[in-house]
T-cell receptor
Framework: DVKVTQSSRYLVKRTGEKVFLECVQD?????MFWYRQDPGLGLRLIYF???????EKGDIPEGYSVSREKKERFSLILESASTNQTSMYLC????????????FGPGTRLTVT | QQQVKQSPQSLIVQKGGISIINCAYE??????FPWYQQFPGKGPALLIA?????SEKKEGRFTISFNKSAKQFSLHIMDSQPGDSATYFC?????????????FGQGTILTVHP
């Protein structure tokens, strides 16, 4: 059974803190994605990676960075958390070519106070 | 820029009824149109998908209708059940160097009353 896991289900951080969200997939997928989900806005792509150490900006990269040192792990970093980054963060993975199907983790609900 | 527009934002249907969710896209380079289903506390999961070379795809009670000229596609859920209550997202993607990136719609919260 395919699996994408995220390090935390709920996280509360203070404004200005550095925040790390971790995602691990066990499907040997090349592509990994970070989205944020907000009511009425759907899923918006923050960053994605198509290979180890490779990354590309998505639609809303401002205030975020990512790291992919190993194929199975993709980290989202909030350098200095702000209240407008309070959201649900979803990680997904997919394989190169063939099906476009993305497999999602359960999400991390981040609250920045 | 929202390239995929989804409506309605929420939908209430009686058990046994038909649920219809609509999406419209702008980029004619899109060549893959999936629907994802998300239950509370879970990540989205692929429900059904279509490519633009067909106008309809059916899987059980779920059907995608696709209108290439109008750049629209819709999800029909026949004989809707309370267990179908979830958030539904349409999406659009394209191959080549896009690495399977998807652009998602805004989501529809479906509630099916018993």
């Amino acid at each position: 059974d395919v699996k994408v896991t995220q390090s935390s289900r709920y996280l509360v951080k203070r404004t200005g803190e550095k925040v790390f969200l971790e995602c691990v997939q066990d499907m040997d997928h090349e592509n990994m994605f970070w989205y944020r989900q907000d009511p009425g806005l759907g899923l918006r792509l923050i960053y994605f990676s198509y290979d180890v150490k490779m990354k590309e900006k998505g639609d809303i990269p401002e205030g975020y960075s990512v790291s992919r040192e190993k194929k199975e792990r993709f980290s989202l970093i909030l350098e200095s958390a702000s209240t407008n980054q309070t959201s649900m963060y979803l990680c997904a993975s997919s394989e190169h070519g063939g099906s476009y199907e993305q497999y999602f983790g359960p999400g991390t609900r981040l609250t920045v106070t | 820029q929202q390239q995929v527009k989804q409506s309605p934002q929420s939908l209430i249907v009686q058990k046994g009824g038909i649920s219809i969710i609509n999406c419209a896209y702008e980029n004619t380079a899109f060549d893959y149109f999936p629907w994802y289903q998300q239950f509370p506390g879970k990540g989205p999961a692929l429900l059904i998908a279509i490519r633009p070379d067909v106008s309809e795809k059916k899987e059980g009670r779920f059907t995608i209708s696709f209108n290439k000229s109008a750049k629209q596609f819709s999800l029909h859920i026949m004989d809707s059940q309370p267990g179908d209550s979830a958030t539904y997202f349409c999406a659009a993607g394209r191959g080549g160097t896009s690495y399977g990136k998807l652009t998602f719609g805004q989501g529809t919260i479906l509630t099916v009353h018993p």
